[in-house]
Nanobody, 120 residues
Framework: QVQLAESGGGLVQAGGSLRLSCAASGLTLSIYVMGWFRQAPGKEREFVAAISWSSGSKVYADSVKGRFTISRDNAKNTVYLQMNSLKPEDTAVYYC?????????????WGQGTQVTVSS
């Protein structure tokens, strides 16, 4: 059974940092691309970042480039999203997802999400 479990969300002031984690199980991770998405209230879900588990190549949305960093820990089967210089507009539910295809998707598996709230 595939499981993606996000953690690390919370409330932070603007300019602060958070690190999200996504623990994956039930997957052969070497063949997957892992992505982070977010959805703010009243808005559509949007792509944030993705990483190829096998090559380590990364891609970011323009809105987070230079502030967010995606990484992986092979030993822990965990993907991270380090978020620095957070802005109120980063407030959203953040989801981890996995796809056997390219970073643009479609994604096959999704986590339950973790709330990130950035106060001004």
């Amino acid at each position: 059974q595939v499981q993606l479990a996000e953690s690390g969300g919370g409330l932070v002031q603007a300019g602060g940092s958070l690190r999200l984690s996504c623990a994956a199980s039930g997957l052969t991770l070497s063949i997957y691309v892992m992505g982070w998405f977010r959805q703010a209230p009243g808005k559509e879900r949007e792509f944030v970042a993705a990483i190829s588990w096998s090559s380590g190549s990364k891609v970011y949305a323009d809105s987070v480039k230079g502030r967010f960093t995606i990484s992986r820990d092979n030993a822990k089967n965990t993907v991270y999203l380090q978020m620095n210089s957070l802005k109120p507009e980063d407030t959203a539910v953040y989801y981890c997802a996995a796809t056997k295809g390219r970073w643009a998707g479609p994604y096959d598996y999704w986590g339950q999400g973790t709330q990130v709230t950035v106060s001004s």
